[in-house]
């Protein structure tokens, strides 16, 4: 299957009406959700509860056709929780390989950092790498693999910091908002009647597409162009996060490159076969806002990091 890049606009529009059947407003999540699938990108959404960040993982998959999956990450998950285990067969007396909720298309990590470093950690090869590895044999994920992870801003007794090498992996990181007051109302007016849980098939959601789809999508990047221009001004932005005073910790080339990617996925869905520098000024603070590092100094001034990285693009020269 071949698609162009007017049948990946086509179907990224399919996707956001169909998403915008079961979740009012947060348009410019779903674009976001949307650039980090094409570019094969996982994401973390930070918000405070009761703002819709598991529904609209949720609705994203219904409306795609993947296999969803949801785990509810607690202080006492075992990495084997996440994984499997090989369990021993009585009747055949051989190992058998159980597997675990990351057997998934998409899989939703929900309050990610409410589970120690160790479980956290059973996730950095498969976000990487899409497999998993169990006694020492290697199982592949599905080509169509992407994690979105839910973290809650608010609390902090029982929650574990996600370590740097956790956050590099993930593409975004997403702050979901309030939603406006004429939003919240026709929330309200959706929601309030209705009783029980709240599924997107019954709202009407149904899949628009396949793992097959999202793979030729994803493909037809190809057929954008980064320019070189773009290349070096990609590469001087993330540079600068390393040699900026109030950073300890800069963007690794691994920020590079994913900058880069998502930045012709976000042409492509605006129809372009090339990248120009508002695609990767759109894309840098939510690249790299979870990528960096304060100094003690800057902590203490209360500097904000999405205004800090906001300067950093207004301060490297783009390509004209």
Same mark, same amino acid.
């Given at each position: 299957?071949?698609?162009?890049?007017?049948?990946?606009?086509?179907?990224?529009?399919?996707?956001?009406?169909?998403?915008?059947?079961?979740?009012?407003?947060?348009?410019?999540?779903?674009?976001?959700?949307?650039?980090?699938?094409?570019?094969?990108?996982?994401?973390?959404?930070?918000?405070?509860?009761?703002?819709?960040?598991?529904?609209?993982?949720?609705?994203?998959?219904?409306?795609?056709?993947?296999?969803?999956?949801?785990?509810?990450?607690?202080?006492?998950?075992?990495?084997?929780?996440?994984?499997?285990?090989?369990?021993?067969n009585f009747q055949t007396s051989q190992f058998t390989l159980t597997r675990g909720p990351i057997f998934r298309d998409l899989l939703l990590a929900d309050e990610i950092n409410r589970t120690p470093p160790k479980t956290q950690a059973a996730l950095l090869e498969?976000?990487?790498?899409?497999?998993?590895?169990?006694?020492?044999? =290697?199982?592949?994920?599905?080509? #169509?693999?992407?994690?979105?992870?839910?973290?809650?801003?608010?609390?902090?007794?029982?929650?574990?910091?996600?370590?740097?090498a956790q956050l590099d992996r993930f593409l975004f990181k997403l702050l979901v908002p309030y939603p406006a007051e004429d939003e919240e109302e026709r929330i309200v007016t959706t929601y309030g009647q209705r009783s029980g849980p709240q599924r997107p098939a019954?709202?009407?959601?149904?899949?628009?597409?396949?793992?097959?789809?999202?793979?030729?999508?994803?493909?037809?990047?190809?057929?954008? =162009?980064?320019?070189?221009?773009?290349?070096?001004?990609?590469?001087?932005?993330?540079?600068?996060?390393?040699?900026? #005073?109030?950073?300890?910790?800069?963007?690794?080339?691994?920020?590079?490159?994913?900058?880069?990617?998502?930045?012709?996925?976000?042409?492509?869905?605006?129809?372009?076969?090339?990248?120009?520098?508002?695609?990767?000024?759109?894309?840098?603070?939510?690249?790299?806002?979870?990528?960096?590092?304060?100094?003690?100094?800057?902590?203490?001034?209360?500097?904000?990091?999405?205004?800090?990285?906001?300067?950093?693009?207004?301060?490297?020269?783009?390509?004209?």
């Open positions: 299957m071949t698609m162009t890049l007017d049948d990946v606009r086509s179907l990224a529009d399919a996707i956001r009406a169909e998403t915008a059947k079961a979740i009012v407003g947060q348009e410019a999540m779903v674009d976001m959700l949307l650039v980090a699938l094409l570019s094969e990108g996982h994401v973390l959404l930070e918000g405070p509860p009761g703002t819709a960040k598991t529904f609209l993982a949720n609705t994203f998959a219904t409306a795609l056709g993947l296999d969803f999956g949801r785990i509810q990450f607690t202080p006492d998950l075992l990495p084997g929780d996440i994984l499997g285990s090989n369990l021993f498969a976000m990487q790498e899409r497999r998993v590895t169990l006694d020492g044999e =290697t199982h592949l994920l599905p080509d #169509s693999f992407m994690v979105i992870a839910t973290q809650n801003p608010i609390e902090n007794q029982g929650v574990y910091p996600l370590p740097e019954d709202l009407g959601v149904a899949a628009v597409t396949n793992p097959g789809g999202i793979a030729a999508a994803s493909a037809a990047l190809g057929q954008v =162009t980064v320019a070189e221009e773009i290349v070096r001004y990609v590469v001087r932005l993330v540079r600068a996060t390393r040699e900026h #005073s109030e950073l300890t910790v800069g963007a690794s080339p691994r920020a590079a490159v994913l900058l880069a990617g998502a930045a012709r996925a976000r042409a492509a869905l605006e129809g372009r076969n090339y990248v120009i520098p508002d695609d990767v000024k759109a894309l840098a603070v939510p690249v790299l806002r979870h990528r960096l590092t304060l100094s003690p100094a800057a902590e203490i001034e209360g500097r904000d990091m999405e205004a800090l990285v906001a300067e950093l693009v207004e301060a490297t020269e783009a390509p004209r």
